[in-house]
């Protein structure tokens, strides 16, 4: 959704909106340049039918299956095969249909645990356990470029890999990611209290997802044919978040927040932090701080939601 609207800010001619889920695009119908599609791109033929029937020049590969650790690990396969099958479909069909720029989204998901994350470290390392399926998944699709750069010299592309994105059209679910699961957990509240798992000291890059789609949008207009990492650059703690994410509701309701940290649940990976300095190499940094992200996130939330 914020790369739908970034695009207008960018006065795109015609934007084409595509999801599976229809419901997620409705609020663009009445928009005279955006055609909105439904589509399943786990089936090749949908993706070459997509290039087929409109003129396609560049693409933004977003598309992703969004879980917390527990459930990734719970059903592996609802991740795995749905993300290989309409990453590297999407990539193929754009690359038959010899579209002007890729960007391919790819995820934190994909590294190791380390103290920072560098671009050119991945392929020596192997995803962290937590993110096992989903990171080798994102991993395919960046493996399937780069078969395309060798074997046809294609370099129309460029590979993002975002930290922990948030943001207005999250998944807001009690077994969602870190800030939207307690943004959830936080409007359900019973006698204003929430239980957080861990003890809050793992720490987290966290970028927000308007941010992360300009950023989507500069790659292409700067035609980087590299591997990038997208996040602020700082590691916060989850324990430090969730108390943004408390002051930020008692700001907007009045309303005070108990938190129960449950150190019998386990807290993830400790640290995970993207190195920033290809995005300071080519210009392409985030402007929003956390505060401001997660207050503008609870806002857009409680307007939806009528809370």
Known sequence: ??????????????????????????????????????????YLDNCEKLFREDNIDIVLHLAGIKGSPSRTAKFPADYLFPMMMFNTNMIKAAF??????????????????????????VWKTMP????????WSKRMGELALDALKIQHNWPKFTVIRPSNIYGHYDNFAENA??????????????NNKIVCWGDGSAKRDFVFGNDVAKGAIDAVKKEINDVINFGCGEAVSIRETILH????????????????????????????????????????????TLRQGIKSTMEHYSKKNGK
């Open 177 to 190: 990611t870190v800030i939207a699961a307690n943004i959830w957990k936080i409007y359900h509240a019973e």
């Open 245 to 288: 994410i408390v002051d930020c509701y008692k700001e907007l309701t009045q309303k005070p927040i108990e938190i129960e940290w449950d150190s019998s649940k386990p807290n993830g990976d400790l640290l995970r932090c993207l190195s920033s300095d290809k995005q300071k190499q080519y210009g392409i940094l985030p402007i929003t």
């Open 128 to 135: 962290s356990n937590n993110d096992w399926h989903p990171g």
């Open 1 to 42: 959704m914020p790369t739908v609207e970034q695009c207008l800010k960018e006065h795109a001619g015609k934007v084409i909106a595509v999801d599976k889920n229809i419901d997620n695009l409705a609020m663009y119908v009445e928009d005279p340049r955006i055609k909105i599609r439904q589509v399943d791109l786990t």
């Open 96 to 121: 038959d249909a010899d579209v002007d720029w890729f960007v391919y989204m790819s995820s934190v998901g994909v590294y190791a645990p380390a103290d920072v994350m560098y671009e050119d470290s």
